[in-house]
């Protein structure tokens, strides 16, 4: 379930890379996902 979700949130980040980039590369990915969200 978890892989599942992680998998969803590295194709999140990906889709909006040019936006959000920064806080993804900094491996924060509960931030990147709430900005997104």
Partial sequence: MQDQFLRLLDLLALR????????????????????IA
Wanted: positive net charge.
């Fill in 16 to 35: 909006d890379q040019k936006r959000r980039g920064v806080l993804f590369n900094k491996g924060r990915r509960t931030v990147t996902f709430y900005h």
